[in-house]
C-alpha cells in the first residue's frame, strides 16, 4: 500500500513556474514507478510525465517537453514534478500516481499502470 500527498500547485502568471511535489508513505517506494497526470475541466486524464523506478529514465507527453521535468529522491519517497515556462493551457488538476515495476528501468506511461493515486493539485495559469 502506498498513499501519495501532493503539494505546491497554486495560481501563477503564464510564463511563470512550480514546482509539484508527492510526497509518498510506506517502506517501499523505490519499487514504484511514479507519474504526473493532469486533468483540465471537460477533458480526459492525461499523462504528462513519468520516471522509472532508478529514476533513470523518463517519459514526458509533447506538448511540455523542454517545459517540465520530473525526477525522484527515493531517500526521501518524493517525486517532483517541475513546472516552466507555464501556459494557460497547463490549467488543470494535477494528480500523481504510483504503479508497482518489477523492472528499475521500465517507465510507465498509461493510468492502467498505476495502482495508487494522489488526491490532486490545483495548477491555474493566468494569461
Known amino acids: 500500500q502506498v498513499q501519495l500527498v501532493e503539494s505546491g500547485g497554486g495560481l501563477v502568471e503564464a510564463g511563470g513556474s512550480l514546482r509539484l511535489s508527492c510526497a509518498a508513505s510506506?517502506?517501499?517506494?523505490?519499487?514504484?514507478?511514479m507519474g504526473w497526470f493532469r486533468q483540465a475541466p471537460g477533458k480526459e486524464r492525461e499523462v504528462v510525465a513519468a520516471?522509472?523506478?532508478?529514476?533513470?529514465?523518463?517519459y514526458y507527453i509533447d506538448s511540455v517537453k523542454g517545459r517540465f521535468t520530473i525526477s525522484r529522491d527515493n531517500a526521501k519517497k518524493t517525486v517532483y514534478l517541475h513546472l516552466n515556462s507555464l501556459k494557460p493551457e497547463d490549467t488543470a488538476v494535477y494528480y500523481c500516481?504510483?504503479?508497482?515495476?518489477?523492472?528499475?528501468?521500465?517507465?510507465?506511461?498509461?493510468?492502467?499502470?498505476?495502482?495508487?493515486w494522489g488526491q490532486g493539485t490545483q495548477v491555474t495559469v493566468s494569461s
Open positions: 510506506g517502506s517501499t517506494f523505490s519499487t514504484y514507478a
Open positions: 520516471i522509472s523506478r532508478s529514476g533513470g529514465n523518463t
Open positions: 500516481a504510483a504503479g508497482a515495476s518489477p523492472l528499475r528501468t521500465v517507465v510507465a506511461t498509461t493510468a492502467l499502470d498505476y495502482s495508487y
